[in-house]
């Protein structure tokens, strides 16, 4: 086959047997041409991902913050909430006056059977990073008697004593616990 033959065959992609390039031949070629590539991503795709990422870590930060930061105080209110209704049950089922005392700034509170001068062990307040009143050292006193009332400080039923007002506190977040005298725990979110 003359050479000006053999040129216009390949262009046009084929040859004839027996001369020039197998078709096997050819299909390595392109196959190896395609493994030369490279695999992998390039700088700038590289760099987009961690735009991406540090904006969205930038973003989730503040929100992770506010809400931890809602749980803490969250679990301090419900603990102080539950702690003071379940005296107040203990005192309407044995049919005996139990105190509740929350000191502070330890954050701790312990219940105690007046009857029986027998207090339970104390208890921790889930975080101690919540302010209570200021945080000065203090101590606050729950009177709860056997008909469901709630006086202050005495541990008598009946008492002049109002039960006292709690104020928890943090990070600028502040909630109000109050507690009637016939029992009902309230607590109120201000800011």
Do not use: E, Q
């Given at each position: 086959m003359?050479?000006?033959r053999r040129q216009k065959s390949e262009m046009l992609g084929f040859t004839l047997l027996g001369q020039g390039r197998s078709e096997r031949d050819r299909n390595d070629s392109m196959l190896d041409q395609t493994q030369n590539k490279s695999h992998g991503f390039s700088l700038p795709e590289?760099?987009?991902v961690l735009?991406?990422?540090t904006i969205l870590t930038a973003i989730a930060v503040p929100v992770i913050n506010s809400a931890m930061a809602n749980m803490r105080m969250n679990s301090t209110v419900s603990a102080?909430?539950?702690g003071i209704s379940q005296t107040r049950q203990r005192a309407v089922m044995n049919s005996q006056v139990y105190t509740f005392v929350l000191t502070t700034p330890t954050n701790i509170y312990a219940v105690t059977n007046v009857a029986t001068n027998n207090p339970d062990n104390p208890v921790p307040l889930p975080s101690p990073a919540i302010v209570i009143n200021g945080g000065a050292n203090a101590t606050y006193i729950f009177t709860l008697c056997p008909n469901g009332t709630v006086y202050g400080a005495g541990g008598v039923c009946p008492s002049n004593n109002?039960?006292?007002a709690l104020t928890a506190t943090y990070q600028g977040r502040q909630v109000?616990?109050?507690v009637s005298r016939v029992g009902n725990v309230t607590a109120t979110t201000v800011h």
């Open positions: 003359s050479p000006d590289l760099l987009t735009l991406v990422a102080i909430t539950a109002a039960p006292p109000n616990i109050n």
